[in-house]
């Protein structure tokens, strides 16, 4: 499984953006994606996730509210929605796929892995 997610860029804090992952390989409506994001300095923590179909979505408390993750399996992808984006969001954002809707913030538990995007939300 390949992922590829895009879609980052400077933002002032109170914007929007939003970021795709791309997916390839193993039948794509099979895995369970999620959003991690790794600051500076920091460790690599869970955002989002979503179950196969897109019936099941789970957040950060950090996150809730302002992000909404989504997928169109027809299209491999899978987006991540954010607003009300503040200076802390500042991140490289990864997308990883996982088989089972369990574990979702273990960032261990996730397979597959694709290179991040970097988001930068200015004060």
């Known amino acids: 499984v390949q992922l590829q997610a895009s879609g980052g860029g400077l933002v002032q804090a109170g914007g929007s953006l939003s970021l795709s992952c791309a997916t390839s390989?193993?039948?794509?409506?099979?895995?369970?994606v999620g959003w991690f994001r790794q600051a500076p300095g920091e460790e690599r923590e869970f955002v989002s996730a979503?179950?196969?179909?897109?019936?099941?979505?789970n957040y950060a408390e950090v996150v809730k509210g302002r992000f909404t993750i989504s997928r169109e399996n027809a299209k491999n992808m899978v987006y991540l929605q954010m607003n009300s984006l503040k200076p802390e969001d500042t991140a490289v954002y990864y997308c990883?796929?996982?088989?089972?809707?369990?574990?979702?913030?273990?960032?261990?538990?996730?397979?597959?892995w694709g290179q991040g995007t970097q988001v930068t939300v200015s004060s």
């Open positions: 390989g193993r039948l794509f409506s099979n895995l369970v």
């Open positions: 990883a796929a996982k088989v089972d809707y369990t574990d979702l913030a273990r960032r261990n538990a996730y397979a597959y």
């Open positions: 979503i179950s196969w179909r897109g019936g099941g979505t």
